[in-house]
Nanobody, 118 residues
Framework: EVQFVESGGGFVQAGGSLRLSCEAS????????MAWFRQAPGKEREAVSCISNVDDTTYYVDSVKDRFTISRDNTKNTVYLQMNSLQTEDTAVYYC???????????WGQGTQVTVSS
């Protein structure tokens, strides 16, 4: 059974930092590109960042470039998202997921809420 347990969210003032963690289980973590997504109230879920399982190549959506850093620890089946210089626009529920052969795993965890105040 696939599980994603996201944690590390919270309430922070603009300019602050948070580090999100996502512990995954139920699939071979090291064989999957891992990604972070977020969904703000009234908006569609969007991809924020991902990290390759092959060579740790990373991708970031333009709005978080130079502020967020994704990393992974295959020994712990965990993917992280370090978020610096947070902005009110970053307020959302953050989720992780795995991708292989172009397809996401058909399961979503509970996510972790990030709220940034001005």
């Amino acid at each position: 059974e696939v599980q994603f347990v996201e944690s590390g969210g919270g309430f922070v003032q603009a300019g602050g930092s948070l580090r999100l963690s996502c512990e995954a289980s139920g699939f071979t973590f090291k064989d999957y590109t891992m990604a972070w997504f977020r969904q703000a109230p009234g908006k569609e879920r969007e991809a924020v960042s991902c990290i390759s399982n092959v060579d740790d190549t990373t991708y970031y959506v333009d709005s978080v470039k130079d502020r967020f850093t994704i990393s992974r620890d295959n020994t712990k089946n965990t993917v992280y998202l370090q978020m610096n210089s947070l902005q009110t626009e970053d307020t959302a529920v953050y989720y992780c997921n795995g991708q292989s052969l172009g397809a996401l795993i058909n399961y979503w965890g509970q996510g972790t809420q990030v709220t940034v105040s001005s």
